[in-house]
């Protein structure tokens, strides 16, 4: 539409397409909730206010509109389906744009991945912004399908879909002036740069400011969060389905500070997303906590328009994209009509027909292993040993010092004490490169589980209590293309193939959903009490989150930021 004539259904002189009539609206500018009818035409709100005409009229008296929820940092991959089966699960309750950082495909398939990504998220009903991956691969101490370098992700500045630089993992990198890491922020500067800098104080964290970064999603205390807070950084609170952060920085979020802050799920996966929710979810769960609703919902669409320069989309106002969510009350988030561009999309919790252009989008064969130089045999070479400590709901993890059970001259796991052997195997180049440690805290007694999502290099991980069914659980995933799997000794339990990079599914995200429960009750039958011990295997291998991980390359003391040895002298 001609502005002219956009000015012209503004003024009220002709009709508007579509006119939501008898409702209260969220303002987010001024903080209050006020009875207005919404003026639709050519996608965007032409008008708030009384007495407009249009061609096509809702009723919405007694509800409430507010802006399209807004998913400040999530990674569509975790969700185990490609952005068509994502936007099912999370446009029926309300979000309407996603900013995503495909790390994990661009981990194994490089700028293709990326590029795949794209294509997979074109002629949908979710608007999906990406920030550009910076750390591919995370670190020096792990083995990618990719590496992506300055000049690489640099091609992808001017995408008019990139908003800027993704999560800046390599925070030492960052602060003691690695050239490469600093080539890649200044490639993007003008623009958004994401920060990932767990625990990161003091100097060093003005260090890391000063280069550029402007948020930080990994804040686990209430002390971290306000520091980083005070020098400038955006605060993106998470709610994934491993790291759960709202409770425990909910006294961070003032009537003050509150708009320095956003709401992201980063990684979730399907079954919180369909029973849970996502960023409906934590504005729910924030204002059952006590906040106050308004704030609740600025947080999750206005902080976030505007940290990331979407002036078009965040609130309820002429000229703004028409991306709404109807709800009964501000107590309830429950979505009973989504709006993307004027259209309605979802109505009480499904999302309605699209048009869907045939197109059939292949990404290669991800599983490269070479087993022939593959066992999980741990000579022994001492009793005490460098062990991964789980902590239930975090990806941090502890540095363990533990005495091993030997047998024979070996290290072997004992169920027992709740030490369990751990692998990671390259799966991208055939190197038959891997490592073997020890984990505390999975609690399985018996079995293995293994799978191919281990964030950042998605290399083959598995965890089991005898090293034949970890042996049978890691071929079943290699057999499937990817995926993840159950096994005791010879019999494979449960499997759910990701054929799509070994990190998404091509079926139906329900479909997806009823296999990882599948997955999940046989893993609680082998006994582990985690809620997902799948997501917490996953992040054991990210050797830039503190303090203990584990790659094909070793051992990762991440607050020294170098490879140890097993074994403690």
């Not at 582990?528 to 390359?553: N, R």
């Amino acid at each position: 539409m001609e502005l002219a004539e956009f000015i012209k259904v503004a003024r009220g002189d002709e009709p508007a397409d579509l006119l939501l009539k008898g409702g209260q609206i969220v303002n987010v500018f001024s903080g209050e909730v006020h009875a207005a009818d919404v003026a639709i035409a050519d996608g965007r709100i032409v008008g708030v206010g009384k007495d407009y005409a249009a061609k096509e009229t809702i009723d919405v008296t007694g509800q409430v509109i507010a802006p399209g929820f807004i998913d400040a940092h999530v990674h569509i991959e975790s969700s185990m389906v490609p952005p068509p089966e994502f936007a099912r699960a999370v446009v029926p309750r309300g979000t309407t744009t996603v900013i995503v950082d495909p790390h994990e495909i661009g981990n194994v398939l490089g700028l293709d991945g990326i590029r795949y990504m794209f294509d997979a998220a074109k002629y949908n009903p979710l608007s999906m912004y990406v920030m550009v991956p910076s750390c591919v691969p995370a670190s020096d101490m792990e083995t990618s399908g990719a590496t992506l370098r300055s000049y690489d992700i640099e091609s992808l500045r001017d995408n008019p879909w990139v908003l800027g630089l993704a999560e800046m993992m390599n925070y030492p990198g960052t602060v003691y002036g690695d050239q490469e890491v600093l080539a890649k922020i200044k490639a993007f500067n003008g623009k958004v740069i994401d920060g990932h800098a767990p625990g990161l104080s003091g100097r060093l964290l003005n260090a890391y400011t000063a280069a550029g970064i402007g948020s930080d999603h990994e804040c686990t205390t209430v002390e971290e969060a306000r520091e980083k807070l005070r020098l400038g950084l955006t605060i993106f609170i998470r709610e994934a389905t491993t790291a759960h952060n709202l409770e425990a920085l909910f006294p961070l979020i003032t009537p003050v500070n509150a708009r320095r802050i956003c709401w992201c799920t980063d990684d979730r996966q399907p079954s919180d997303l369909l029973d849970l929710g996502g960023i409906d979810y934590l504005i729910q769960r924030s204002i059952e906590l006590g906040l106050d609703p308004i704030t609740a919902i600025r947080i999750g669409t206005i902080n976030p328009a505007e940290y990331f320069g979407l002036h078009d989309r965040g609130a309820i106002a002429p000229g703004r994209r028409a991306d709404l969510v109807i709800v009964d009350n501000l107590r309830e988030m429950q979505a009973r009509l989504v709006l993307r561009s004027g259209l309605v999309v979802a109505r009480d919790g499904e999302l309605l027909p699209y048009d869907k252009p045939m197109r059939d989008i292949r990404v290669r064969s991800s599983m490269n292993v070479d087993w022939d130089k593959i066992n999980f045999r741990v000579e022994a070479q001492g009793r005490k040993a460098n062990v991964i400590g789980v902590i239930p709901d975090q990806i941090v993890t502890e540095h363990l010092i533990e005495y091993l059970t030997l047998e024979h001259g070996e290290a072997v796991q004992d169920p027992g004490l709740d030490l369990l052997k751990i692998a990671v195997i390259e799966r991208h180049a055939h190197t038959g490169g891997h490592t073997v440690g020890f984990v505390k805290g999975i609690g399985l007694r018996q079995g293995a589980i293994a799978s191919s999502i281990a964030h950042d290099h998605h290399n083959l991980i598995v965890i089991g209590a005898d090293d034949f069914s970890m042996m049978t659980a890691a071929h079943a995933v290699s057999n499937t293309h990817g995926g993840m799997c159950v096994a005791y000794k010879r019999d494979v339990i449960a499997q759910l193939p990701l054929p799509i990079a070994g990190l998404m599914s091509d079926q139906p995200i329900e479909q997806v959903r009823a296999g990882m429960d599948d997955l999940l009750r046989a893993a609680h039958q082998l006994g582990t009490t985690l809620h997902d011990p799948f997501m917490t295997m996953s992040f054991l291998a990210l050797a830039v989150i503190p303090e203990l991980k584990i790659t094909d390359q070793g051992l990762v003391d991440v607050v020294k930021f170098q490879k140890i040895p097993l074994f403690v002298e």
